[in-house]
C-alpha cells in the first residue's frame, strides 16, 4: 500500500465571492484541499485551527487590509507560505509583502500558469512535491470518482458490485490509497469501463 498523500491545505482569502469560487476550483482540480474565507476579519482563527501550507491573500478588502492581515497571519504562523493578490499593485505594499516574508506578490488578474509555477516553487520549498506515482493515484481516484458519479451511483453501489469495501473505495478515489490490479479490475467491470480507461494518458 502506497502512503496516503498528503493533503496540501490552501486557504484563499478575497472579499470577491467569484474570485474565491474560481480559485477553488482551479485548486481544487490541481488537488489541492482548499478553504476560501470572504472576511478577513475570521481569517486568524482560521489559521489557528487549519494547519494550512499556503495562504493566497487579497490585498484590498474592506475591513482590514492584506499587509494587516498578513502581519497577523504571521504572529500565528511564521512558516505559512503566503501569496498575495492585488489589482492595485505598488511598490510600497510589494516591498512591505517581501518584508513579511510573502513567496510571491501577483497582479489580478493572474496567468495560471504562472501561479502554478508559484504554486510548484512553494511546494518544493515545503517538501510537498508530489511523485509520480503520487500523481498518478491521485488522477486514477479523480477518474473513478467521475465516472461514478457520471453514472449515479454511490460508493455502497459501488462496494456491491466490486465486493470492495466503501472505506476502500472512498480512499481508493481520494488517493490515500493505492489499489491493487484486481481492485482496479473490479471498479473498472462496475463502471463498465475497460482497466487502461483509469490510467487515463499515463
Known sequence: ???AIPAIRVLVVDDDPAICDYMETFLAKDGFEVTTETDPTQVEEEVKRGGYHLVVLDLMMPKMDGIELLQRIRKIDSDVAVVIFTGFPSLETAVQSIKLDAVDYLKKPFNPEEFREVLDRVMKK??????PEENL?????ETIRGLRKGRNLTLKQMSRRT??????LSQIERAESSASISSLYKIASALDV???DLFGDF
Do not use: D, E, N, Q
Not at 493515484?137 to 481516484?141: D, E, P, T
Open 126 to 131: 515545503k517538501g510537498l512535491v508530489r511523485t
Open 1 to 3: 500500500m502506497a502512503k
Open 194 to 196: 475497460h482497466i487502461a
Open 137 to 141: 493515484h491521485r488522477f486514477i481516484g
Open 163 to 168: 465486493g470492495l469495501s466503501v472505506s476502500l
